[in-house]
């Protein structure tokens, strides 16, 4: 479990594009180390680093190769937390459809791998 920035900015506000060029060389330097088979982007701020024009919304759910990397966008936990009745059914049901096509992906991308 990593972050796109390792700082959040003032009040908690999302980060700038500029923000995120300037911190992301940590992240690709965790990348580099750890070579994930498949990454579960939460939200837009990761959905953006690996797709620069990606809507979470409308992504959310469909595959993303970028940067030599297999990305499954899915909403950030607090969406799922602002959610009520119908709604929040629904997206627990998608984030649960997410999640599995991110391990189904990554059972097929290192079938050697214990999963258990």
């Not at 690996?50 to 969406?79: C, E, Q």
Request: proline fraction near 8%; charge should be positive.
């Amino acid at each position: 479990i990593t972050n796109v920035i390792k700082c959040r900015p003032p009040q908690n506000r999302t980060p700038t594009s500029k923000e995120v060029d300037s911190c992301c060389r940590n992240l690709d330097t965790e990348l580099f180390f750890i070579n994930p088979k498949v990454i579960i982007a939460l939200g837009a701020v990761p959905l953006k680093y690996f797709k620069p024009n990606g809507k979470i919304l409308s992504d959310r759910g469909k595959w993303v190769k970028s940067k030599g990397y297999w990305v499954m966008p899915t909403v950030h936990p607090a969406y799922i937390l602002r959610q009520q009745g119908r709604d929040l059914r629904n997206i627990k049901w998608a984030v649960w459809a997410d999640f599995n096509k991110a391990f189904d992906k990554a059972r097929k991308l290192a079938p050697e791998y214990n999963f258990k």
